[in-house]
């Protein structure tokens, strides 16, 4: 999934795109509200964190800006996660108030806050399963595991990430170019045909039922996946 995490902290921000990406995350930076306002902008995330001391101003200026966009680019109800040294009460509840969807203090666990962000992914996708079960396959995106009629599949995590995006998403159509919105980060390069390969990967391993193409629109998994 595709995260933008704005922080002005280079120490924090480097440290959390590098753990986030080991758990799968694809990771932008933007250091001010103007560089990620921009950002949101141009490019579809599923998740943001959010400091609120940035270097061009306070990180509820974006919050507020985003919350009251219309509906289109950016979109309005992306979920942001705050992530501040303010542990105030009063903090919390403005950020809270203003549209955040959730509030840790720094110093935090990594770990925690990974916990907290496939939370606010499941409350965007209007599930409470912590486990994505469809037929025979059950995807687990804590651990990051698939089985297919209770044996487990061996993804890479390029394929991980497709089977995953498609999943929350069940049954609606992702375009190759959503789906790499969500693999990739801007400084990666990307092969023209590395979607079509994965899904070819994903077939082969879960079979040919699982993931389906809509010719000339995209990829989906049916609601009668077996």
Known sequence: MRVLVVEDDEGIAAGLQAHLRQLG???DLSDS???????????????VLLDLGLRDGDGTT???RLRAAPEGLPAPDTPVLIMTARDQVASRI???DMGADDYVTKPFDPDE???????????????????????PLRVDPAARTVLLD???VVLSAREFGVLLAL???????LSRAQIEAKL????????SNAVEVHVHHLRRKLGDGVIRTLRGVGYFIPEDSA
Request: charged residues 20%; hydrophobic residues 60%; glycine residues 6%.
């Open 94 to 96: 403005a950020a809270l």
């Open 33 to 47: 509200v103007a560089m990620a306002w921009a950002a949101l902008r141009a490019e579809p995330f599923d998740l």
């Open 150 to 152: 209770g044996q487990p």
């Open 184 to 191: 990739y980060n801007w400084d990666q390069a990307l092969d």
């Open 62 to 64: 974006l919050l507020g």
């Open 25 to 27: 995350w694809a990771v």
């Open 113 to 135: 806050l990974a916990a907290r962000m496939r939370a606010l992914r499941r409350r965007a996708a209007g599930r409470a399963q912590p486990v994505l079960a469809f037929g």
């Open 167 to 173: 999943a929350e998403v069940r049954p609606r159509v």
